[in-house]
């Protein structure tokens, strides 16, 4: 069956006055209310059904789970559901994992040791079909990403709906660079596009970033030098000079070629996904990221690692500029639109933040400031911005239901605090150490079930007025 793209050039709300919130309009006939193709959530089933496979995940069987009647028949609501019970394996991703995740081509016998042990209910042949299964799958979503991306002018609602459920890492800097709209899909264009915006961004610190020390920019250099060192301090890798130099350089010229923002703290933190990936890419596959000496990296390839990510997170702040201008307006809003959706999608979780005098800014305002980065291991960070790459306005506003399915995630944990104290310390430091691209996968699904169901309710977004 041909899957529909559910990230079409429609706008982002349908405008319906006659929609309920939350609900979808029923037919006179009792029927249900037939949609748009596209639009429905069987189309939307359909389209992003391998967002809950093994694919990418760290983990390939999924116990059997019994669904109630009264929930939807949808595989999106099965998984969550399972996800819920806590039917689920987890595990802990980090910068070395987004090596060692299934390879595209081989799962080892280590890998199906891994399976097993954390589905000790699987017996020993269904684990070893599914792994099997899963490498098949592997390889089929590579081969596809390779064929995609090999055509002479690439289908990028095509490879929306293919990146959309995670990227192989064998591919996945090519396809940011194509999905942020860095690399032209055309391909005889590429090549000379990318030569010169290296170069250019070459040009930017021969021209600029000599001014660092100067009086009206030494104020906005010392921030950016402060803030580095605190980005991952535990990684190995982001305390080396080269690699602290390779983001001020990116950040201070951003800074001053953008100066209705300037550099806010925050920004330091967007650079870092792009940064493991491209990086990824001239690192020997066996190299752990985590250590790896940056200096055995030859300079050329550093070049292009540096410029190519600030290019490209100069693509993604165009579209969200206004969460870092004056007052912060766009965090302000989303923040404020959390709360107006969350009063919608768990009340009870609401009123029981109201009830201890937990304000969403105090803890949601550093989620969309940082993208969530600060909530999450790194590999899950990467995973879910192949999703939030793969949306239209997915760092502007897909992110929103990302947020809200991830306090959702934790309403039981939070209901369970008794007083303002536990809930904020909680807030502050969820439990995700272990989250591995299983729950991120989990997670987006959510997000897209939440978007889904108030698409034809865009007041539930409008912040009140006293």
Request: aromatic share 10%.
């Amino acid at each position: 069956m041909q899957s529909v793209d559910p990230h079409n050039g429609k706008n982002f709300w349908k405008k319906n006055s006659k929609s309920v919130p939350g609900r979808s309009s029923p037919r006179k006939d009792g029927g249900p209310k037939k949609q748009e193709s596209g639009d429905s959530f069987q189309d939307y089933q359909e389209s992003v059904n391998d967002a809950w496979d093994c694919g990418d995940d760290e983990f390939c069987v999924i116990s059997d789970v019994k669904i109630s009647n009264r929930m939807v028949q949808s595989a999106a609501l099965s998984v969550i559901n399972s996800h819920r019970s806590g039917q689920l394996g987890t595990n802990t991703t980090t910068i070395a994992e987004l090596h060692t995740q299934i390879p595209p081509a081989l799962v080892s016998a280590e890998s199906t040791e891994t399976v097993t042990t954390s589905h000790s209910t699987v017996n020993n042949t269904h684990t070893s079909t599914a792994v099997i299964s899963c490498s098949e799958r592997d390889v089929a979503k590579q081969d596809k990403f390779l064929e995609l991306i090999a055509s002479s002018n690439i289908n990028l609602p095509e490879l929306r709906e293919l990146s959309w459920s995670g990227i192989p890492p064998s591919v996945r800097a090519i396809s940011w660079r194509l999905l942020n709209g860095y690399l032209p899909a055309n391909v005889e264009r590429r090549e000379e596009t990318l030569k010169r915006k290296r170069e250019e961004y070459w040009s930017f610190v021969k021209q600029y970033y000599e001014t660092r020390h100067e009086d009206i920019h030494q104020d906005t250099f010392r921030q950016i030098h402060i803030d580095i060192p605190r980005m991952s301090p535990l990684v190995p890798l982001f305390q080396q000079t080269i690699v602290q130099e390779m983001f001020e350089r990116i950040l201070y010229i951003w800074a001053i070629r953008h100066p209705a923002s300037g550099y806010v703290q925050g920004i330091n933190d967007l650079v870092t996904p792009f940064f493991v990936v491209f990086l990824y890419e001239v690192v020997p596959k066996d190299e752990n990221l985590d250590t790896y000496d940056i200096e055995l990296v030859n300079e050329e390839d550093r070049a292009i690692v540096e410029a190519d990510s600030f290019w490209c997170m100069s693509k993604l702040l165009d579209g969200i500029q206004d969460n870092y201008t004056f007052a912060q307006p766009g965090i302000q809003t989303k923040v404020q639109q959390l709360r107006e959706l969350m009063k919608r999608i768990d009340i009870n979780l609401h009123r029981h933040l109201e009830k201890h005098e937990i304000d969403y800014l105090q803890f949601s305002f550093r989620w969309f400031n940082n993208l969530l980065m600060r909530e999450l291991p790194l590999g899950c960070t990467v995973r879910l911005w192949d999703t939030l790459h793969s949306e239209p306005n997915g760092f502007s506003h897909f992110v929103l239901y990302v947020a809200a399915a991830f306090l959702k995630h934790f309403s039981q944990q939070l209901m369970a605090q008794r007083d303002f104290q536990g809930l904020m310390l909680l807030l502050q430091n969820l439990p995700t150490s272990y989250w591995s691209d299983s729950e991120i996968s989990l997670l987006v699904a959510e997000a897209f079930r939440l978007k889904y169901v108030f698409a034809d309710a865009p007041n539930h977004l409008q912040a009140n007025k006293k």
